[in-house]
């Protein structure tokens, strides 16, 4: 995520597709436009190296009302936690099981399916994109 995700605050999930990206360069993928659009609304469950949060969706052109978003868990990069949900995840920590592992990509370049490019480092547009 661009942004920590936290309890409260609102998500646009994209669904990225890898494209081939020359030798050398970053990552590249394409996204699609966002089905899920919404507030998160509670953690459902932890994991040593991820958290998984619960997305009430507000995009009324989709029939899905909520969805699951799990993110690798890395404090302050992307996932902001309460002092009451880090002590609990300190006092859980060594039950915790570890299972999932999902890879950050933060040097990767993102291309959205109207065809304008962001960065995903930054969110910003970006002028000059490697086409393959």
């Not at 999930?13 to 081939?20: A, D, E, Y």
């Not at 469950?45 to 909520?66: A, C, I, L, P, Y």
């Amino acid at each position: 995520p661009l942004h920590p995700v936290r309890v409260g605050g609102r998500v646009r999930c994209h669904r990225l597709s890898s494209i081939l990206a020359p030798p050398d360069t970053p990552e590249r993928y394409i996204s699609k436009r966002p089905e899920v659009v919404g507030e998160v609304i509670a953690i459902r469950g932890m994991e040593q190296d991820t958290t998984e949060f619960v997305v009430r969706n507000q995009n009324t052109s989709t029939t899905t009302k909520f969805a699951y978003l799990t993110v690798p868990h890395v404090p302050g990069v992307t996932v902001q936690l309460t002092w009451l949900q880090r002590a609990v995840r300190f006092l859980l920590t060594r039950f915790l099981p570890r299972i999932k592992w999902i890879a950050i990509r933060s040097k990767a370049a993102i291309v959205n399916e109207t065809g304008g490019h962001m960065d995903l480092a930054t969110g910003d547009e970006m002028h000059d994109i490697y086409e393959a």
